[in-house]
């Protein structure tokens, strides 16, 4: 039979084409690189973290980082209470 053969054939050709759809389905769900712009209004703007970009002015981003180590403590010490999305 003639058909067999062209089964076997596209089946080997789904199977590639399925491990290639898995490849960029895995590759887009890998978290995304953070990104820096300045707005328009002048502040900074942080992209990469989720759906919108986090936009905070120079001085309340230099408030931020200074407090950074107190910030990591509080999320170690409430780790089993904070939720967690990557």
């Known amino acids: 039979m ?3 053969p062209n089964l076997a054939q596209e089946n080997e050709m789904l199977k590639a084409k399925l491990e290639q759809m898995n490849a960029l ?19 900074i703007s942080v992209y990469g973290l989720g759906r919108f970009p986090i936009t905070l002015y120079s001085g309340q981003m230099a408030r931020l980082l200074d407090h950074s180590v107190t910030i990591r403590a509080f999320m170690d010490a409430n780790r089993t209470l904070l939720a967690t999305k990557d």
């Open 2 to 4: 003639t058909i067999l």
């Open 25 to 43: 389905l895995a590759a887009a769900s890998k978290p995304k690189a953070l990104t820096l712009k300045v707005s328009e209004k002048g502040a």
